[in-house]
């Protein structure tokens, strides 16, 4: 009875915040694809394909509709399909990435690039001139650089926030890399000074323990 009454509690299900985040991640990537969907929707029903951009933000920001055969900047435009595989790969190791989760930066930032990725594969696969071979919809003009979509702008963000979370030692379970590390070694310092504390609490002992000889003279 008494070995009952001090047992150790029944553990929580520590799975309960992983499935929130997990919810929260495809909640977040589904509102990612949404919008790119609908903001392209626009852009094809309002803009002429390949006309002079209309400015918003003077020559830093404007508004152009085209069509990209390719990844960004238009690069690997005659591989397209190649493209479309690689962005399938990656949306598959993201999905079970997300089983890992432990973390809400974690969350945010694959929800983000799980949401940008599926926007532009959508474009592959369900557009002109075919399956796997779509045209990715582009219309915001970044000073005559490059052009982008909504999809484009949260894989930049995902990417700057992995990278930001990598920097700070934060891993996909939520766990600190660095904070482990100084753990282990603070735990082997710790059994060595133990185990010096039990060597010098032994000479002490055996220093203070009369010997036979003494015991006779006491005698």
Do not use: C
């Not at 047992?7 to 997990?22: C, D, W, Y």
């Not at 779509?134 to 949260?154: E, L, Q, R």
């Amino acid at each position: 009875m008494a070995g009952d009454a001090t047992g150790p509690a029944p553990a929580t299900n520590p799975s309960s915040g992983s499935r929130a985040l997990v919810v929260w991640t495809g909640a977040l990537a589904a509102l990612v694809l949404a919008v790119d969907q609908l903001t392209k929707w626009w852009a094809e029903s309002a803009l002429v394909p390949n006309a002079p951009t209309i400015p918003v933000v003077g020559d830093l920001l404007g508004i152009r509709l085209i069509y990209n055969p390719g990844a960004a900047l238009s690069i690997a435009s005659g591989y397209t399909w190649i493209l479309t595989i690689v962005v399938t790969v990656v949306v598959v190791f993201i999905v079970r990435a997300i089983g890992r989760l432990g973390s809400r930066g974690w969350a945010a930032a694959l929800g983000l690039l799980l949401g940008g990725a599926v926007g532009n594969l959508v474009d592959r696969l369900a557009r002109e001139p075919g399956f796997a071979r779509g045209h990715v919809v582009d219309f915001i003009d970044y000073a005559g650089f490059f052009v982008g979509n909504v999809a484009d702008i949260a894989v930049v963000a995902a990417a700057v926030l992995i990278a930001l979370l990598s920097l700070r030692g934060i891993g996909l379970d939520g766990r600190r890399h660095t904070d482990e590390r100084q753990g282990g070694e603070t735990s082997d310092g710790a059994g060595s000074d133990g185990a010096g504390s039990d060597g010098t609490a032994s000479d002490a002992a055996a220093g203070s323990a009369p010997s036979d000889g003494d015991r006779g003279e006491t005698a």
